[in-house]
T-cell receptor
């Protein structure tokens, strides 16, 4: 069983389009995250949800909107895609937000904007 | 945010121990030291974490300096599958994890 799953695995799209990436975790965790890994391989936190509530919202363009329909899902919707949005997006989850919590990452969604 | 410093890259021979260092001189008393690794084309994977005492698990050992300003991840017998980027991260309560550049470990057969 996959603990944290993401769909799609690959996403190729044109500039200006709107797309969504879905994330699901079957670990019963309360907290979920979205990270972006750019071409230089730096991983940056984008959003964090705890019990369906947004707790971390880094400086991310408002074209990016996370949505958590329930604790097991955190989807990422991106409007008006730009070339610079090309990256690998990772979803993760943890039991909670304490310092000792382990995060479990999904396999990533490779987004290419043409 | 407390930050960490790691060497950009390290090499090891297969079946030999590997010691991956991390400096975190500005660590606060409540920061946990986490290690994750990222294998090629995969998401980050938890390795180990600790607060003050040394820690062991099936993957690795974590040695934490007495003043907590540095730590070392120890892979007791490196295998080719251990080739990855290893990240040393500090995390406090209610704070997110900030990934640095990590150390790229190459394992030679």
């Amino acid at each position: 069983d996959t603990a944290v799953s993401q769909t799609p695995k690959y996403l190729v799209t044109q500039m200006g389009n709107d797309k969504s990436i879905k994330c699901e975790q079957n670990l019963g965790h309360d907290t979920m995250y979205w990270y972006k890994q750019d071409s230089k391989k730096f991983l940056k936190i984008m959003f964090s949800y705890n019990n369906k509530e947004l707790i971390i919202n880094e400086t991310v363009p408002n074209r990016f909107s996370p949505k958590s329909p329930d604790k097991a899902h955190l989807n990422l919707h991106i409007n008006s895609l730009e070339l610079g949005d090309s990256a690998v997006y990772f979803c993760a989850s943890s039991q909670g937000i304490r310092g000792e919590e382990t995060q479990y990452f999904g396999p990533g969604t490779r987004l290419l904007v043409l | 945010d407390a930050k960490t410093t790691q060497p950009n890259s390290m090499e090891s021979n297969e079946e030999e121990p590997v010691h991956l260092p991390c400096n975190h001189s500005t660590i606060s008393g409540t920061d946990y030291i986490h290690w994750y690794r990222q294998l090629p084309s995969q998401g980050p994977e938890y390795v180990i974490h600790g607060l003050t005492s040394n820690v062991n698990n099936r993957m690795a050992s974590l040695a934490i300096a007495e003043d907590r300003k540095s730590s070392t991840l120890i892979l007791h017998r490196a295998t080719l599958r251990d080739a990855a980027v290893y990240y040393c991260i500090l995390r406090d309560h209610n704070n997110d994890m900030r990934f640095g550049a990590g150390t790229r470990l190459t394992v030679k057969p």
